[in-house]
């Protein structure tokens, strides 16, 4: 569906709770039960390790004050020295299991949200806009994966070594430990006013990127629209204005995070001080050793280093945690049984199907008015019918819905004896190709391009093919003929080659029913021309629909529709509708004084 089409405000797709993302983590890492096991092992066995010295120190200071023999503080001396190197080790494995792990979730992830977004009804990739679907596929994908390269790896390490180093310190004295606990409090104070006011921040962050994504993907691809009507300021504003959204969200989230950490730096001071008074009280009535007393505060100082690191990856590990919601969140999106271009959805035969279409009804979610008001007309199976009316009139909402883009509010649409109501879109591609003026060409060999359309073709048909469109004599000029690269980084083509492309797939794809919305509109009036012909060629032995930019295309149909604000007022042919004097006629006449 086009722009000139009335429509609802887009809104965004759907975002996962955390617990949602945190259960689609979970169910993946039981997936993969080796792996995560002996990630969680070596996390924990470099944790111990890199404890294990601070206690060790303790035993030394009891060791010096009660004048243990030199041998049994050069056996204590080795075996730091060992557990430091050994906690090394195990910390470095960790980091690279912690990768790896994270490495295959981000894979799935993305697998997953691709083939949501690929697997969701046209109507619904059109009503978020496509800044918000890229986002998600495109930036959140991007931050999640910095965040598991950085982040993630940090904050689980650090966490699992802040449980060890507090078990530790109630190894030590329960009391000492208790008066080291005494700073969880104000941590997690700190941690409780913290987290409920910057997760949604890093949402809405991540939410005005794909608004500022969908006003720059909007203003590109009508650029020619924004320069003919001088609306250049008008667009530049828009951007302007979406991210300086994104600025100040950004400067917002970096200033909750800057009071995070004056809290818990708070905490640290709080512990420290509680464990060095009870410490020295205990020293003095005899209850704890001097080296207890000593490996206490280092033990809780050892706190400091990955507590630290939590905080200060903290930031990326929001960014992360919001990319991971809004990425799972896009499978609870509705979406087709099948991917749309499924290999094994085939027409089941290649002859002609008639296409009727009965009191059709459609309004945009949110709109107040309906664009299509009970609509019927039909094709006759190997019949043409076009569409014309002016800019607003329903047109491209019509042949979307005749495609099978979208479910209509009241009315139907048969081809053959199937109801499109009753098909999910792949089945519905198999029976309806739709080609509009937003052609595309992927980067890659011009026959891998081809074979999108029929995968199993011979390189003997997908020439054919081309030649049917009139594309056989540039493509035999081609240094690699249909290996030669075309799209991005390939072979420079223009607007009516990449048409004939388009209308080649179109041969190759064999469907019965073909809708053709304004396919030659963007070509020039000579390149037009060959396009009209090669829109004739494609689209022989089958029942079409031509949404008419041209009058003479409208001509070569067998029959013509005209539409006026969402209702059918004139069908006939060319002949028949000049005669009658009606919308029709004074369409042509402009036409035939405008050429």
């Not at 004056?262 to 509680?274: P, S």
């Not at 494609?538 to 001509?555: D, E, I, P, W, Y």
Request: glycine share 12%; proline share 4%; charged share 20%.
């Amino acid at each position: 569906m086009t722009a000139t089409d009335t429509r609802a405000t887009s809104v965004n797709l759907h975002t996962a709770t955390g617990g949602e993302a945190a259960r689609w983590v979970a169910g993946h890492c039981r997936q993969a039960p080796w792996l995560t096991a002996s990630t969680v092992l070596t996390t924990v066995a470099g944790a111990a390790l890199q404890v294990l010295p601070v206690l060790l120190l303790g035993r030394v200071v009891d060791g010096v004050v009660g004048g243990a023999s030199r041998s049994i503080l050069l056996t204590v001396g080795v075996l730091m020295v060992a557990a430091a190197l050994l906690g090394a080790a195990a910390t470095a494995a960790s980091t690279y299991l912690i990768g790896k792990l994270g490495a295959e979730l981000l894979a799935r992830l993305r697998e997953e949200a691709v083939r949501a977004v690929l697997g969701m009804p046209s109507t619904r990739v059109e009503q978020v806009g496509r800044g918000d679907v890229l986002s998600r596929v495109g930036d959140d994908v991007a931050v999640l994966s910095k965040g598991i390269r950085t982040a993630v790896p940090t904050v689980f390490s650090a966490g699992v070594l802040v449980v060890i180093a507090t078990i530790g310190m109630f190894g030590l004295d329960w009391r000492l430990g208790l008066a080291g606990a005494g700073a969880l409090p104000a941590y997690a104070l700190a941690l409780r006013w913290y987290l409920p006011r910057s997760a949604p921040l890093y949402r809405q962050q991540r939410m005005a990127q794909a608004d500022r994504a969908q006003a720059l993907i909007s203003g590109l691809n009508g650029i020619d629209t924004v320069r003919a009507y001088r609306l250049e300021g008008d667009v530049r504003e828009k951007v302007t204005s979406e991210s300086w959204r994104v600025r100040n969200l950004g400067v917002e989230v970096f200033r909750f995070f800057g009071r995070f950490v004056g809290r818990e730096n708070r905490a640290e001071f709080i512990g420290l001080v509680l464990i060095l008074v009870v410490g020295y009280a205990l020293l003095e009535g005899g209850a704890a050793t001097l080296g207890e007393v000593s490996a206490a505060p280092l033990m809780f100082h050892r706190l400091f280093t990955p507590l630290g690191a939590i905080m200060f990856t903290f930031d990326e590990a929001q960014k992360s945690g919001a990319s991971l919601t809004r990425l799972v969140g896009v499978f609870k999106e509705p979406a087709e049984e099948r991917l749309v271009g499924d290999r094994s959805v085939r027409p089941a035969d290649v002859a002609p199907h008639p296409v009727t279409v009965r009191g059709l009804t459609f309004r945009y979610p949110g709109a107040e008015e309906p664009v299509l008001r009970e609509v019927s007309l039909s094709i006759p199976a190997g019949g043409s019918l076009a569409l014309v009316g002016a800019t607003g009139a329903g047109k491209s909402t019509l042949a979307a819905l005749i495609a099978g883009i979208g479910r209509p509010g009241a009315g139907s649409v048969r081809i053959g004896a199937h109801d499109l109501a009753d098909l999910d879109e792949a089945g519905a591609r198999a029976l309806v190709s739709i080609l509009t003026q937003e052609t595309h060409v992927f980067a890659g060999p011009l026959g891998d391009d081809l074979r999108l359309a029929a995968p199993e073709a011979s390189d003997a048909e997908l020439l054919d093919a081309l030649r049917t469109v009139g594309a056989g004599a540039w493509v035999e000029l081609l240094p690699d003929g249909l290996d030669t690269r075309v799209g991005e980084g390939g072979e420079r083509l223009d607007v009516t080659k990449v048409a004939q492309i388009a209308l080649a797939r179109l041969v190759l794809s064999r469907s019965p029913v073909v809708v053709l919305d304004e396919s030659t509109a963007e070509a020039g009036s000579e390149g037009a021309a060959e396009l009209e012909r090669a829109v004739l060629a494609a689209c022989s032995g089958r029942t079409t629909l031509f949404v008419a930019h041209r009058l003479t295309q409208a001509m070569a149909a067998d029959r013509i529709a005209v539409l006026d604000a969402g209702r059918v007022v004139e069908e006939g042919t060319h002949s028949e509708l000049v005669a009658l004097g009606g919308q029709y006629a004074r369409l042509w006449r402009a036409w035939r004084e405008g050429s």
